[in-house]
């Protein structure tokens, strides 16, 4: 399989979920403004889940970009990848519904988890399926990222437990790390 034909499916699951989870969004039940601010913790959990979406997307790109090989692992660490954040919009709609359920949190913050380990296997398998000296290899080699991302996710799930709206500020400040893409596969792509 091509590069170009597993980047062009990703995006188009990835652009599905974006789309499902706006049409989870529900209009005011009346047209006074009061109605529109109720419905305003729904819009913050959306704008969460659009943000973590869009760091996953410009992330995927970019390392697709410096990937040279699709093998049938990297394809199915991707497969894996894509169902994990295609769950956003379930566990999106759900917390909009009660953003103080510790529950409903929770869910979020684990699902933000286990998308984020199905982030760092589709890396190593990248990084398994490349040789040392590829421009991907070069650039995601010794990466700390997901780690930290990781390990902010776990701090805001303990937090959770005792304030539910920590999963959501945790899961917000792990993309901080991801919001600039890998600068090594920019420079690498730029010295071949």
Request: a positive charge; hydrophobic letters at 50%; one cysteine or more.
């Amino acid at each position: 399989m091509s590069k170009s034909r597993l980047e062009a499916f990703s995006d188009g699951v990835i652009a599905i979920i974006i789309t499902i989870m706006v049409l989870n969004l529900q209009p005011p039940s009346t047209d006074s403004v009061s109605a529109l601010f109720g419905l305003s913790h729904s819009f913050l959990i959306y704008v969460v889940s659009f943000l973590i979406l869009a760091v996953y997307w410009v992330n995927h790109h970019h390392m697709f970009q410096a990937s040279e090989v699709v093998s049938g692992k990297i394809l199915w660490s991707n497969i894996l990848f894509l169902f994990c954040i295609s769950l956003i919009p379930f566990a999106t709609g759900w917390v909009g519904n009660d953003l103080m359920s510790k529950t409903a949190q929770m869910a979020y913050g684990v699902l933000m988890l286990v998308a984020d380990l199905a982030w760092l296997l589709l890396i190593r398998v990248l990084l398994q399926e490349h040789h040392k000296e590829s421009t991907l290899s070069k650039s995601l080699t010794g990466s700390r990222k997901p780690f930290y991302s990781i390990g902010i996710i776990l701090c805001g799930l303990a937090a959770g437990w005792f304030w539910p709206p920590a999963v959501m500020i945790s899961c917000l400040l792990s993309l901080a790390p991801w919001i600039v893409p890998s600068r090594k596969i920019e420079r690498q792509m730029r010295g071949k």
